[in-house]
């Protein structure tokens, strides 16, 4: 079983919207995130005085479909976030609307440590390909002694379990591709299967971590088929992305697991329409549908609870 975690997060201002400080039991570190228009109030807080590592956040006018992020370090990130608050003419950053600064409690983060998080952030966004890096270069730092650098992976982990949970998940990458199919199946994830006989099309997929994994090497649609535009964007820019690629047959493939937010969401995909996923995947070898699957569970979970209560 999933080992669970404890995150305190603070409304600093009691509003939703406002300030909010997440931390973690057992890491030092501590995050502050808020909207660019608190910007004055962020940096009166002591945590800006700090070596840390910072994200800005904001849309992309060119892609609705994932946001636009920098990744940034300093041993003064107020100076830092005062320069990127300029208009975009005088050096300043125009398109962020959030910003999420991770420092140290105990401000043990060095000027080498931030730098060395920095890189391996990047890279892991760069894996991830959730987000449109703003960031012009990728820097390779690893001049870190070995001990160092060990901590900085269990720091670089803490700060992707946190993120998500602040609205944050552009460092969420799947398992490694392949690793879904490989995993042994279990009444929690089993295979789930889609076919468009007509087509030639198969695909396989899994719930991993709350997303439903389309596993590498599925087949889908060549094109976008249908006039309601529905997933339209999303299929066009997995294509854009070559997570799906033709593969000469006139359909195309998915070259790594990709997670989607919905069976439904990854049945259009597949199917280049709208599509209802609770009745289109089916568990593996087997007529019963996603649907149907979850429905046992529940009834499964009813029952053994009826039955503790006798």
């Known amino acids: ?35 660019r228009s608190k910007l004055p109030e962020i940096l009166e807080r002591p945590e800006c005085a700090r ?56 401000q043990n983060l060095t000027k080498a440590h931030v730098k060395y998080l920095e890189s391996q952030l990047m890279a892991q966004a760069k894996l991830a390909g959730r987000c449109g890096l703003v960031n012009n270069t990728a820097h390779e730092y690893g001049v870190l002694p070995e001990a160092d650098q060990s901590d900085m992976a269990f720091f670089a982990e803490q700060i992707r379990i946190v993120l998500p949970v602040l609205g944050f998940d552009f460092l969420k990458t799947p398992a490694e591709s392949g690793a879904a199919k490989q995993a042994p199946a279990s009444p929690d994830s089993p295979v789930f299967e889609m076919r468009i006989p007509k087509y030639g099309i198969k695909a396989q997929a899994r719930e991993i971590d709350g997303e439903f994994v389309v596993l590498e090497g599925s087949l889908a649609r060549e094109s976008w088929v249908s006039e309601h535009k529905g997933y339209s964007d999303l299929f066009q820019q997995l294509v854009q992305d070559e997570v799906l690629v033709a ?51 529940i009834s499964q979970q009813s029952d053994e609870s009826e039955q503790g209560e006798v």
């Not at 904001?58 to 608050?85: C, F, T, W």
């Open 51 to 106: 070596t840390g590592i910072y994200f800005l956040v904001g849309p992309d006018p060119e892609n609705s479909m994932r946001p636009l992020v920098y990744i940034g370090e300093s041993d003064d990130v107020a100076a830092r976030l005062k320069q990127h608050n300029r208009e975009g003419a005088k050096g300043g950053k125009d398109f962020w609307e959030k910003v999420c600064l991770v420092t140290s409690k105990d």
């Open 247 to 297: 593969d000469g047959n006139g359909k195309r493939r998915f070259t790594k697991d990709h997670g989607f937010s919905s069976p439904s969401a990854a049945a259009a995909v597949v199917s280049g329409r709208n599509a209802n996923g609770r009745t289109s995947w089916y568990v593996e070898g087997t007529k019963k549908s996603y649907s149907d699957w979850q429905d046992e569970i």
């Open 1 to 35: 079983m999933t080992q669970g975690r404890s995150i305190r997060l603070f409304l600093v201002d009691g509003a939703p919207n406002g300030l909010l400080t997440a931390e973690i039991m057992n890491w030092t570190g501590h995050v502050l995130t808020g909207p």
